[in-house]
């Protein structure tokens, strides 16, 4: 799930910083899941999925097709 985000970041030329503080996903939950210390929860990915414009899927897929 990472790999996607972090392909939707560069694409979009966004700082995880800025995700954080327009969609309430603290940057600490944003580097536990970074570094596998936590797995994300449904509501936070929606939101994240929300911000960036694409599905759930598009998000969480292994394929990674942001």
């Known amino acids: ?10 694409k979009q030329g966004i700082t995880p910083y800025k995700v954080s503080k327009e969609t309430g996903v603290s940057t600490s939950t ?3 899941w970074k570094t596998g210390r936590s797995t994300p929860k449904l509501d936070k990915l929606q939101k994240i999925a929300d911000y960036f414009g694409v599905g759930l899927e598009e998000l969480i897929s292994e394929k ?3």
Request: hydrophobic content about 40%; overall charge neutral.
């Open 30 to 32: 944003l580097s536990d």
């Open 1 to 10: 799930m990472y790999q996607n985000f972090k392909r939707l970041l560069e």
């Open 64 to 66: 990674g097709g942001a």
